[in-house]
Structures are given as structure tokens and as C-alpha cells.
């Protein structure tokens, strides 16, 4: 399993999406972050959570650890949509991520 594909529940994680280079990183004026299973969103990251850098073609968010408990263990999809000044949207193909269960399911005190 790759280590970049998987998340750990009840984790705090930053997670780094690279864009092919032919998808523009100017004149966004929304960003979305989504992570579903069974097509319900389990939790969406928007532009004011996102870090773009345009020279590296990344995205970047961090998850804390209240987000990751919000993911179902096993399988889950993630997808980015980006809309554009022009009022164009870019969505890009859904990519499955794994998500590790943990023994403590909350939030450490």
C-alpha cells in the first residue's frame, strides 16, 4: 500500500496533491477538497484551507485530527475542484485513498 495514499484515522496530516502541469493555478477564486465514501462527503476542505503553489503544480492541506476522525476506515475517494475567475471548473478524476482505523476513536484529552 502506498504510504502516500493512506490516511490515519485520528491523525494530524498534511496532505499534498500534485496537479498535472497543464491545469492552471492562477485566477482561482474557489477551491474544493473532498473526501466521500459511498458518494456522501466526509469532509471538504475550501480555498481558505488550501495552500497553492503554482511553480510546483501542488495543493496542499492540512487534515487535524478531529478531520481524520471523520473518515471511514478502508476505502475512500478524494477528489479537487477548482473554479476559475472566467468562471470556468476544473474537477479532477476521484483517486481512492486508504484510511487506517485507530484503538482511540476521539480525540486525545
Known amino acids: 500500500m502506498d504510504e502516500e495514499n493512506t490516511i490515519k484515522r485520528g491523525s494530524t496530516t498534511e496532505i499534498t496533491f500534485t496537479l498535472p502541469e497543464y491545469v492552471p493555478l492562477e485566477d482561482i477564486i474557489a477551491a474544493n477538497v473532498l473526501w466521500s465514501w459511498r458518494k ?3 469532509l ?17 492541506t492540512v487534515l487535524s485530527e478531529s478531520d481524520t476522525l471523520k473518515l471511514h476506515t478502508g476505502t475512500i ?3 479537487i475542484i477548482l473554479k476559475y475567475n472566467s468562471g470556468t471548473v476544473f474537477r479532477s478524476h ?6 487506517e482505523d485507530t484503538l482511540l476513536n476521539r480525540e486525545v484529552e
Open 40 to 42: 456522501g462527503i466526509l
Open 44 to 60: 471538504k476542505k475550501e480555498l481558505t484551507d488550501i495552500t497553492i503553489d503554482a511553480d510546483a503544480y501542488t495543493l496542499s
Open 77 to 79: 475517494e478524494t477528489e
Open 94 to 99: 476521484t483517486e481512492q485513498v486508504q484510511v
